[in-house]
C-alpha cells in the first residue's frame, strides 16, 4: 500500500516543469499527469514533476492504491511570492559598531539589515543614514563613542516571503528604497529582496494536461509560463509568448493521448503507471459506453491492460464502483462537485453531474437537493439548474431541474415525478445535454 501523499510543495522552483492537471483532480488528471511526466522524462527532458492542484477524487485514489503510485505532490499555487526574489543576505546585529554597518557597504550591499538575536529584524542601514550619522560626527561630536547599528537603523519596509508580490508590485516600485525586507510567518527575518527583481521575476514552468483554460487552472497560473499543453477539451486557452507544444484531440480521454505517445515512441511504460493511464481512459469513457469514446481509446486501453495484464471491462467495473454512493456524498459534492455554467439564448444555465452505481439511494436525497438547488438559483440569478445524476454502470442518466416554470416546462425528456426526469441513455454533459438544451431554450426563452 502507498502512504498517502502528505508531499506538499510549499515553494514551486524555477528549475522545474510542472506537469499538471485541472483542479477537483479526476482520475484522467491525474494519471495523465503521472504518465506524461514519466515519458518526458524517459524521452530524455530534465527536472520533469507531476504534480496536481488539488485533492484527487475517490476513484483517483482507489486507482492510484490499486497500482502502487504515490500520488503526485499537491502544488497549491505557481504565484509568484516574496520568497523567489529573496536573497539571505548577511545583516549585522544591533549592538555591533556602525563601522560593520560600512564594512557591508564596502563590499558592495546598498542596504545593510539589522538583525537582533533570534532573527528578529530591527530595521535597515541606509547609506543616507551611515553618511549622516558620519557627518555629524566629523562636526564637532567625535568625543562620543561609536553609535551601534541599532541607534541608526531606519524602519524598514517588510514583505512575509509568501506574500505574492503581484499584490504589493506597485508599492515597491512606487517606494524610494532599493530593497525591502523580508520575514517569515512568524516575523523573523529571511533576507532582503531588491526592488529591480521585481521587474523580471521567475515563473513558474507549466505543461496543462487534462484542461487548456485557466479558469480551471492551479492558481497563480496567469503568471506562469505554459511550456505545453495536452488535452481534450473545447479550446480556451490563453495565449503564449512563444510557440509551445499544443495538443487537443476529441478523444475520450487525456491518457489515450499519453498511451499514444509512449506507443509512437516504443516506450512502454511500468505496469504502475500503465495501469494509472488504463484507469483514466476507463474512467473518462464510462468503460467505453460514452459517446464520446473513440476507436482511439479502446486501442489505447488495450495496450495498456496488456502490459498490466489485467481484463479492462472487469476492472472498469471495480474502478467505477469506487465512487461512494449518492447516501453518503455531501450535498455540496452533489451539486458542485462537478457543475459547468452556460449562457444559452441569455439565460444563464447551470449543469451539474454526478456519477452514481445505482439510482438507489436518488429517491431519499431528492428534496433536499432541491431545496438546495433553488437556493443556488436564487443566489447566482440562475434561469434553469439542471444536475445530470449519472449511473455509469448502466449508462443511463436522471435528471433534477428546476427554475423558471416557462423553461422547465420546455424540457423534451420524460418527466417521472416532482422536478425529475428520465435522460435514457444520455451521459455526456456536452455531447448530447448541451446541444438538446440550447435548442429548446432558443425557442422558449
Ligand atoms: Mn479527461
Same mark, same amino acid.
Given at each position: 500500500?502507498?502512504?498517502?501523499?502528505?508531499?506538499?510543495?510549499?515553494?514551486?522552483?524555477?528549475?522545474?516543469?510542472?506537469?499538471?492537471?485541472?483542479?477537483?483532480?479526476?482520475?484522467?488528471?491525474?494519471?495523465?499527469?503521472?504518465?506524461?511526466?514519466?515519458?518526458?522524462?524517459?524521452?530524455?527532458?530534465?527536472?520533469?514533476?507531476?504534480?496536481?492542484?488539488?485533492?484527487?477524487?475517490?476513484?483517483?485514489?482507489?486507482?492510484?492504491?490499486?497500482?502502487?503510485?504515490?500520488?503526485?505532490?499537491?502544488?497549491?499555487?505557481?504565484?509568484?511570492?516574496?520568497?523567489?526574489?529573496?536573497?539571505?543576505?548577511?545583516?549585522?546585529?544591533?549592538?555591533?559598531?556602525?563601522?560593520?554597518?560600512?564594512?557591508?557597504?564596502?563590499?558592495?550591499?546598498?542596504?545593510?539589515?539589522?538583525?537582533?538575536?533570534?532573527?528578529?529584524?530591527?530595521?535597515?542601514?541606509?547609506?543616507?543614514?551611515?553618511?549622516?550619522?558620519?557627518?555629524?560626527?566629523?562636526?564637532?561630536?567625535?568625543?562620543?563613542?561609536?553609535?551601534?547599528?541599532?541607534?541608526?537603523?531606519?524602519?524598514?519596509?517588510?514583505?512575509?516571503?509568501?506574500?505574492?508580490?503581484?499584490?504589493?508590485?506597485?508599492?515597491?516600485?512606487?517606494?524610494?528604497?532599493?530593497?525591502?525586507?523580508?520575514?517569515?510567518?512568524?516575523?523573523?527575518?529571511?533576507?532582503?529582496?531588491?526592488?529591480?527583481?521585481?521587474?523580471?521575476?521567475?515563473?513558474?514552468?507549466?505543461?496543462?494536461?487534462?484542461?487548456? +483554460? !485557466?479558469?480551471? @487552472?492551479?492558481? &497563480?497560473?496567469?503568471?506562469?509560463?505554459?511550456?505545453?499543453? #495536452? /488535452?481534450?477539451? %473545447?479550446? *480556451?486557452?490563453?495565449?503564449?509568448?512563444?510557440?509551445?507544444?499544443?495538443?487537443?484531440?476529441?478523444?475520450?480521454?487525456?491518457?489515450?493521448?499519453?498511451?499514444?505517445?509512449?506507443?509512437?515512441?516504443?516506450?512502454?511504460?511500468?505496469?504502475?503507471?500503465?495501469?494509472?493511464?488504463?484507469?483514466?481512459?476507463?474512467?473518462?469513457?464510462?468503460?467505453?459506453?460514452?459517446?464520446?469514446?473513440?476507436?482511439?481509446?479502446?486501442?489505447?486501453?488495450?495496450?495498456?491492460?496488456?502490459?498490466?495484464?489485467?481484463?479492462?471491462?472487469?476492472?472498469?467495473? +471495480? !474502478?467505477?464502483? @469506487?465512487?461512494? &454512493?449518492?447516501?453518503?456524498?455531501?450535498?455540496?459534492?452533489? #451539486? /458542485?462537485?462537478? %457543475?459547468? *455554467?452556460?449562457?444559452?439564448?441569455?439565460?444563464?444555465?447551470?449543469?451539474?453531474?454526478?456519477?452514481?452505481?445505482?439510482?438507489?439511494?436518488?429517491?431519499?436525497?431528492?428534496?433536499?437537493?432541491?431545496?438546495?438547488?433553488?437556493?443556488?438559483?436564487?443566489?447566482?440569478?440562475?434561469?434553469?439548474?439542471?444536475?445530470?445524476?449519472?449511473?455509469?454502470?448502466?449508462?443511463?442518466?436522471?435528471?433534477?431541474?428546476?427554475?423558471?416554470?416557462?423553461?422547465?416546462?420546455?424540457?423534451?425528456?420524460?418527466?417521472?415525478?416532482?422536478?425529475?426526469?428520465?435522460?435514457?441513455?444520455?451521459?455526456?454533459?456536452?455531447?448530447?445535454?448541451?446541444?438538446?438544451?440550447?435548442?429548446?431554450?432558443?425557442?422558449?426563452?
Amino acid at each position: 500500500m502507498p502512504t498517502p501523499s502528505t508531499d506538499r510543495i510549499e515553494l514551486w522552483d524555477a528549475e522545474t516543469t510542472y506537469v499538471i492537471g485541472h483542479q477537483r483532480p479526476d482520475t484522467d488528471a491525474i494519471a495523465s499527469a503521472l504518465g506524461y511526466a514519466w515519458l518526458l522524462t524517459q524521452s530524455g527532458y530534465d527536472s520533469i514533476r507531476a504534480v496536481r492542484c488539488g485533492q484527487p477524487g475517490e476513484q483517483a485514489q482507489f486507482a492510484l492504491k490499486r497500482f502502487g503510485q504515490i500520488p503526485p505532490a499537491f502544488l497549491p499555487s505557481v504565484a509568484v511570492v516574496f520568497a523567489h526574489i529573496t536573497e539571505s543576505q548577511a545583516s549585522v546585529s544591533p549592538e555591533a559598531p556602525l563601522s560593520d554597518a560600512l564594512d557591508r557597504f564596502s563590499s558592495g550591499e546598498q542596504v545593510v539589515p539589522v538583525v537582533g538575536e533570534n532573527r528578529v529584524p530591527v530595521g535597515i542601514v541606509t547609506p543616507l543614514a551611515l553618511a549622516r550619522s558620519f557627518s555629524k560626527r566629523l562636526r564637532g561630536n567625535s568625543h562620543e563613542s561609536e553609535p551601534t547599528c541599532r541607534e541608526i537603523a531606519e524602519k524598514a519596509t517588510m514583505y512575509r516571503e509568501r506574500e505574492r508580490i503581484a499584490d504589493h508590485r506597485n508599492q515597491v516600485l512606487r517606494s524610494e528604497e532599493n530593497s525591502v525586507l523580508i520575514i517569515d510567518d512568524n516575523g523573523l527575518y529571511v533576507g532582503m529582496a531588491e526592488q529591480k527583481a521585481l521587474l523580471a521575476p521567475p515563473r513558474a514552468k507549466l505543461i496543462l494536461v487534462d484542461h487548456n +483554460e !485557466l479558469s480551471q @487552472a492551479v492558481t &497563480g497560473a496567469e503568471e506562469a509560463d505554459i511550456v505545453g499543453v #495536452l /488535452d481534450h477539451h %473545447r479550446l *480556451g486557452n490563453p495565449p503564449t509568448a512563444s510557440p509551445i507544444p499544443f495538443t487537443v484531440d476529441p478523444v475520450g480521454s487525456t491518457s489515450t493521448l499519453v498511451a499514444e505517445k509512449c506507443r509512437d515512441r516504443t516506450l512502454e511504460p511500468p505496469p504502475s503507471i500503465s495501469g494509472l493511464l488504463l484507469s483514466g481512459i476507463l474512467s473518462d469513457t464510462l468503460v467505453f459506453k460514452s459517446p464520446t469514446t473513440a476507436a482511439r481509446d479502446r486501442a489505447a486501453a488495450a495496450w495498456l491492460a496488456n502490459i498490466c495484464r489485467l481484463d479492462m471491462h472487469q476492472y472498469g467495473a +471495480e !474502478l467505477l464502483h @469506487a465512487s461512494s &454512493g449518492l447516501g453518503a456524498k455531501p450535498l455540496a459534492d452533489i #451539486l /458542485d462537485g462537478d %457543475r459547468k *455554467g452556460y449562457e444559452m439564448a441569455g439565460v444563464n444555465v447551470s449543469i451539474a453531474q454526478v456519477e452514481v452505481t445505482g439510482m438507489q439511494e436518488l429517491p431519499a436525497r431528492i428534496p433536499e437537493i432541491v431545496a438546495a438547488m433553488d437556493d443556488t438559483i436564487g443566489r447566482e440569478n440562475i434561469g434553469l439548474f439542471c444536475l445530470m445524476v449519472t449511473d455509469v454502470v448502466t449508462g443511463e442518466s436522471r435528471m433534477l431541474v428546476r427554475g423558471q416554470s416557462r423553461l422547465v416546462a420546455a424540457i423534451p425528456f420524460r418527466h417521472m415525478g416532482e422536478s425529475l426526469y428520465d435522460l435514457g441513455d444520455i451521459v455526456s454533459r456536452k455531447k448530447q445535454l448541451v446541444p438538446a438544451l440550447v435548442g429548446i431554450m432558443e425557442t422558449y426563452s
